[in-house]
């Protein structure tokens, strides 16, 4: 099965092609450009690489986040339309579930993605598996329920606070390296293991996971109020 992936949550992002579990080329692109801007550009160019054409692809897989709300919903337009237009299927894959698969799947794994303003987009996992639901909050907050406990960090979020889980949880918070390794490869690896074990869901039920609230539906609630 070959898979093309793309990943919009940061502002880098990163695109992939993979054949039955190996991923055979990944691109990261540098930050400068928006997403808009970029694609179906740069996914073309990776196909050019490799030289494959966009009718050879069996599976398209797209991250739904957490990550920027317009980078997502970018992201996974750009790939519902491709799908659409080849007539393949899509899967969505959480960028926390692909920064979990890189960490390693035995143990304690905080999965951090800076979500700004103070904050990082959270999720814990324990060999392998989701263990608490996605959320949003301080570090320090977040780092207080992780005490006791051997946990490695990895993500956006944890190479921004990398001094503090040091400060915090001593030599029982451990940073991977890279903390923020590129996601799409990933992302098409796990996208083809859903496709085999059964049937998915069609392109137009792929949902971005958001986590917090835009600021417009903030915006738009304090209005209400008044």
Same mark, same amino acid.
């Given at each position: 099965m070959?898979?093309?992936?793309?990943?919009?949550?940061?502002?880098?992002g990163s695109? *992939?092609?993979?054949?039955? &579990?190996?991923?055979? /080329?990944e691109?990261?692109?540098?930050?400068?450009?928006? !997403?808009?801007?970029r694609?179906?550009?740069?996914?073309?160019?990776?196909l050019d690489?490799? $030289?494959?054409?966009?009718?050879?692809?069996?599976?398209?897989?797209?991250?739904?986040g957490p990550g920027?709300?317009?980078?997502?919903?970018i992201?996974?337009?750009t790939?519902? &339309?491709?799908?659409?237009?080849e $007539?393949?299927?899509?899967?969505?894959? %959480?960028?926390?579930? *692909?920064?979990a !698969?890189l960490a390693?799947?035995?143990?304690?794994?905080?999965?951090?993605?800076?979500a700004?303003r $103070?904050?990082?987009?959270?999720?814990l996992? !324990?060999? &392998?598996?989701?263990?608490?639901?996605?959320?949003?909050?301080?570090?320090?907050?977040l780092l207080?329920?992780?005490?006791?406990?051997?946990?490695r960090?990895?993500?956006?979020g944890?190479?921004?606070?990398?001094?503090?889980?040091?400060?915090?949880?001593? =030599?029982?918070?451990h940073? /991977?390296?890279?903390?923020?390794?590129?996601?799409?490869?990933?992302?098409?690896?796990i996208?083809?293991?859903?496709a085999?074990? $059964?049937? %998915?869901p069609g392109p137009? *039920?792929?949902r971005?996971?958001y986590?917090r609230?835009? =600021?417009?539906?903030?915006a738009?609630d304090?209005r209400?109020?008044c």
């Open positions: 070959l898979v093309l992936a793309l990943d919009t949550t940061t502002p880098p695109c *992939a092609i993979a054949r039955d &579990g190996i991923v055979l /080329a691109d990261v692109n540098p930050a400068g450009q928006d !997403h808009g801007e694609l179906p550009r740069e996914l073309m160019a990776l690489r490799v $030289g494959m054409s966009l009718n050879a692809i069996d599976l398209f897989a797209v991250a739904t920027s709300f317009t980078g997502l919903r992201g996974i337009a790939m519902q &339309g491709l799908a659409f237009a $007539g393949k299927g899509l899967i969505g894959v %959480s960028g926390f579930d *692909a920064l !698969h390693g799947r035995d143990g304690r794994v905080a999965t951090w993605v800076d700004w $103070g904050e990082v987009f959270a999720a996992y !324990h060999d &392998g598996r989701e263990v608490d639901e996605p959320t949003v909050g301080t570090p320090e907050r207080e329920r992780l005490r006791g406990a051997s946990t960090f990895i993500g956006g944890a190479a921004t606070y990398r001094d503090l889980i040091t400060r915090a949880l001593g =030599d029982a918070g940073v /991977a390296d890279p903390a923020t390794p590129p996601l799409a490869g990933t992302i098409a690896v996208a083809g293991e859903v085999a074990a $059964g049937p %998915s137009d *039920a792929i971005p996971l986590v609230r835009s =600021d417009a539906e903030i738009k304090g209400a109020a």
